[in-house]
């Protein structure tokens, strides 16, 4: 019996010190070696142990565990809460570069007014971008807008060079 719990703490030990190592320490700053195994592996052998200072150690292991299930679930819950909008932020500030870049290049060839809306959606746009308490309503509102500011634009640049343009 101490054999298998010897086992299943070393392997624990190992997969989860190399998972830690991997995602930390290392300069290319990967996931984990080895998903879930290590903590699996520790978590069983944490039932069998009698020693309380490999029952400490098992425990600090299984925490700083990069592939066990709490860094997934954590990983996850904070997708679902700041990452999100933070890929949206990161959207919109490619959509305002995009626009600012056509405009310096082909404003010319757009209708003052029509310009004078474009460039107050894109001023607007980078407003939000640069709050840091912005919500993603107000994200996904602030580039509606400007999508909807360069139609027009969109649409004439695809008549001057002889596209056709289905929506």
């Known amino acids: 019996m101490?054999?298998?719990i010897f086992f299943f703490m070393g392997v624990g030990f190992l997969v989860s010190s190399m998972n830690f190592y991997i995602s930390f320490l290392t300069r290319k700053k990967m996931g984990s070696?080895?998903?879930i195994l290590g903590s699996l592996f520790l978590f069983i052998g944490?039932?069998?142990i009698d020693n309380s200072i490999l029952f400490e150690l098992a425990v600090v292991f299984i925490v700083l565990d990069t592939g066990g299930i709490h860094w997934a679930v954590a990983t996850v819950l904070y997708y679902e809460t700041?990452?999100?909008?933070?890929?949206l932020r990161n959207q919109a500030?490619?959509?305002?570069?995009h626009i600012e870049k056509v405009?310096?290049?082909?404003?010319?060839?757009?209708?003052?007014s029509e310009k004078a809306t474009i460039e107050s959606a894109l001023n607007e746009l980078e407003v939000v971008i640069q709050n840091t308490d912005v919500t993603k309503e107000e994200l996904e509102k602030a580039i509606k807008k400007l999508s909807d500011a360069t139609h027009k634009m969109v649409d004439q640049m695809c008549r001057d060079k002889g596209v056709i343009r289905l929506s």
């Open 2 to 4: 101490n054999f298998i």
């Open 93 to 97: 500030d490619a959509l305002e570069r």
């Open 46 to 48: 944490l039932f069998f």
């Open 82 to 87: 700041i990452g999100k909008l933070t890929v």
């Open 103 to 112: 405009l310096q290049t082909d404003g010319n060839k757009i209708d003052a």
């Open 33 to 35: 070696g080895i998903p």
